[in-house]
């Protein structure tokens, strides 16, 4: 079974709007944490924001959050105000404590395209 | 600054040629990664190394091996390169299990 999931292959919002990207995981690990990276264009990927499991509140990094729904198994990532230089590709990563050795599993990503 | 070198952005080699591939990292991370990125795919982990001469299988090792002899350093080899190796391949970096990882601008290799 896919460990992350990202339905959305591609998605597009209008400059200054907010977006959501979505993201579910599969883990039977009560210990895990949950990553976003940004990779634009250029190819280097850029770390975003972090969830750990046992965290009580939803993370905030300036214009990303992530609305984690533990009980779902839900780390949507939410980007609020989209600037044009927000168009990349985004990739929702979880690394499980206990099992799977501490690897990192990454979803197929989601290219967020910022329009004008 | 943090920062995670590899040695090539691109790089074409011949099929059955010995490849390596190296990562330089400088933040005395203990944890290294080699991943490999295809379309569709994602990002897939090759090999970890979680100390200096520790290594890990990842989800896809086959046709490759790692050495890691410094700290600072995760070579990636392909022993005899094949066209389906060729691929985006990503290194990484970081502190430990449920720290973010730090990546490298990665390499393009295209074996022919």
């Known amino acids: 079974a896919q460990k992350i999931t990202q339905t959305q292959p591609g998605m597009f919002v209008q400059e200054k709007e907010a977006v959501t990207l979505d993201c579910t995981y599969d883990t039977s690990d009560p210990s895990y944490g949950l990553f976003w990276y940004k990779q634009p264009s250029s190819g280097e990927m850029i770390f975003l924001i972090y969830q750990g499991s046992y965290d009580q509140q939803n993370a905030t990094e300036g214009r990303y959050s992530l609305n984690f729904q533990k009980a779902r198994k839900s780390a949507n990532l939410v980007i609020s105000a989209s600037q044009l230089g927000d168009s990349a590709m985004y990739f929702c990563a979880m690394r499980e404590v206990n099992t799977n050795a501490g690897k990192s599993t990454f979803g197929d990503g989601t290219t967020l395209t910022v329009k004008p | 600054d943090v920062k995670v070198t590899q040695s090539s952005r691109y790089l074409v080699k011949r099929t059955g040629e010995k490849v390596f591939l190296e990562c330089v990292q400088d933040?005395?991370?203990?944890?290294m990664f080699w991943y490999r990125q295809d379309p569709g795919l994602g990002l897939r982990l090759i090999y970890f190394s979680y100390d200096v001469k520790m290594k890990e299988k990842g989800d896809i090792p086959e046709g490759y091996s790692v050495s890691r002899e410094k700290k600072e350093r995760f070579s990636l080899i392909l022993e005899s390169a094949s066209t389906n190796q060729t691929s985006m391949y990503l290194c990484a970096s970081s502190t430990d299990t449920y720290n973010e990882q730090f990546f490298g601008p990665g390499t393009r290799l295209t074996v022919l």
């Open positions: 933040m005395d991370h203990e944890n």
